[in-house]
């Protein structure tokens, strides 16, 4: 599976900035999609991930009520549309993907289950 993200950007606090993950590769149904994040100086964190099969979703509680993940399956693109922005949310955003044995797998937020990673997209929050 390959990944491309872009939609980074520099917007003030407040603002609003839409990512999106474009996919391709994939040979079936049985994906999570999602993204992570990673500051400077800190660890790799979990933002949102979405089941292509049914359209499940899960959020990080840092992020739940002002991000919103969806997938687009015309186009094989998962998009995250992030509102209310803060200064903490300044990371390198990174799409990911993870395929599973079944189609009921549940959504993980641990950063070991996702096999694919795409090359990180700058999103800064000015004060």
């Known amino acids: 599976v390959q990944l491309q993200a872009s939609g980074g950007g520099l917007v003030q606090a407040g603002g609003s900035l839409r990512l999106s993950c474009a996919t391709s590769?994939?040979?079936?149904?049985?994906?999570?999609v999602g993204w992570f994040r990673q500051a400077p100086g800190k660890e790799r964190e979990f933002v949102s991930v979405i089941r292509w099969f049914d359209d499940d979703t899960y959020y990080a509680d840092s992020v739940k009520g002002r991000f919103t993940i969806s997938k687009n399956s015309a186009k094989n693109t998962v998009d995250l549309q992030m509102t209310s922005l803060k200064p903490e949310d300044t990371a390198l955003y990174y799409c990911v993907a993870r395929s599973t044995a079944s189609f009921r797998v549940t959504l993980s937020k641990e950063v070991n289950v996702y096999r694919h990673w795409g090359q990180g997209t700058q999103v800064t929050v000015s004060s």
């Open positions: 590769g994939r040979t079936s149904n049985k994906y999570h």
